[in-house]
């Protein structure tokens, strides 16, 4: 995963960023904001926005005051206040373009979830921080021995340690409500800190996890997809997909996320397409739609006394015929209106028979043949007369 900005060259050395490895847009992770006006001055007897952003592990940001006027920038490590303790984590946005992202996220400059920075982490906190990180996955595997034991109908997808080591998220997901009030007893008493739990959807625990899709890409969720759309069964009609549940869903176990990125374009080639459910009125009989090709604009009909000779149509002479139909009349016959766009056919390849492959026994008769010899061989030595000593 990298932005774009940072395609390197020959000789390893990024193109867009120019810092000779290290990323000019503060990293390479999901939901990184490109600072554009890092390099602009503001007017004068303006002070700069003393709000920053803040991530944390797997995309989460937090927006916290500047109160102490600390000289931070964007890749600085912070001890940001927590309830309760505090936590580290990563200045990724700083100055004007914060007063943008609260909006676009709808947080008031002074609402309650805007809390402070206190300090620029020291050594001790990056130890200590980092030290919580480490233990993420052997507490997540003991956690999941004791939902197990009690028998719970959840699933740990993953455990997110607070800066200071205190305080501990774990994130699950289920099916119906859960009562893990014994759990949590359960995991204090074991792992010695403040438990925390936050369901999440499907959806946010396949981005939390990461993964390679059927397109052999990384999952946009976990990579650049910021809004979790609903999906319907009717994108994929729209788009003439088979509904075949194992095709259209993710990893998620939910319909794909990019059955929508094509659908508008899908629905404004729809609109010059005529109803499906509407029968055609011709001398020759009824004639019901069979199916569409909505990139070359055509569409198939069959009469009802003859169901397997399909007549291929242009979407504009459909809708000319049911408007013919509308005032009454009937038109001859579709051939009269039949698609005059010819299909290439590509010619049959002639059969060559590849060094015999087209045989199933060819080793079998070769193995014979050698058995034979072998056989005639120790016959012709049987018949033969023995020298005189």
Request: hydrophobic share 30%; charged share 30%; aromatic share 8%.
């Amino acid at each position: 995963m990298s932005c774009n900005s940072c395609s390197t060259d020959t000789n390893g050395v990024p193109k867009g960023c120019k810092s000779n490895g290290n990323c000019g847009t503060g990293s390479c992770d999901k939901l990184t904001v490109f600072d554009w006006l890092s390099n602009m001055t503001l007017p004068n007897g303006q002070s700069s926005f003393n709000i920053s952003e803040v991530r944390f592990k797997n995309g989460r940001k937090h927006f916290f005051k500047n109160t102490k006027n600390l000289a931070i920038a964007i890749g600085d490590v912070v001890a940001v206040e927590s309830s309760p303790g505090h936590d580290i984590g990563t200045v990724s946005l700083t100055g004007e373009l914060v007063k943008i992202q609260m909006r676009k996220k709808d947080v008031s400059f002074d609402s309650e979830e805007v809390k402070q920075i206190y300090r620029k982490a020291s050594q001790r906190d990056i130890e200590v921080w980092q030290a919580a990180r480490d233990k993420e996955q052997e507490v997540q595997r003991k956690s999941r021995l004791i939902v197990s034991r009690l028998g719970l109908k959840m699933k740990l997808s993953d455990i997110e340690f607070q800066g200071d080591g205190n305080k501990a998220t774990f994130y699950y997901t289920a099916d119906d409500r859960v009562d893990f009030r014994l759990l949590i007893k359960e995991l204090a008493s074991t792992f010695k800190i403040r438990v925390e739990m936050k369901q999440v959807g499907l959806r946010q625990e396949a981005a939390r996890l990461g993964g390679i899709g059927s397109c052999g890409r990384e999952l946009c969720c976990s990579t650049w997809l910021t809004d979790f759309r609903s999906v319907s069964t009717s994108a994929a009609r729209y788009q003439q997909l088979s509904l075949n549940p194992q095709k259209l869903a993710g990893q998620c176990g939910k319909l794909k996320c990019c059955l929508n990125y094509e659908l508008d374009s899908y629905l404004d080639a729809l609109k010059n397409f005529p109803k499906t459910d509407t029968w055609l009125q011709t001398e020759k009989g009824t004639a019901v739609f069979q199916k569409m090709d909505i990139f070359k604009g055509l569409l198939w009909y069959a009469y009802k006394d003859n169901p397997m000779q399909w007549v291929d149509l242009e979407a504009e002479k459909v809708n000319e015929i049911i408007k013919i139909n509308k005032e009454g009349k009937k038109v001859a016959s579709l051939e009269m209106y039949a698609s005059k766009i010819n299909v290439p056919t590509v010619p049959e390849a002639a059969f060559t028979n590849v060094v015999g492959q087209d045989s199933l026994t060819r080793f079998d008769k070769n193995k014979g043949n050698k058995s034979n010899k072998r056989r005639k061989n120790r016959n012709n030595k049987r018949k033969s007369p023995r020298k005189n000593a």
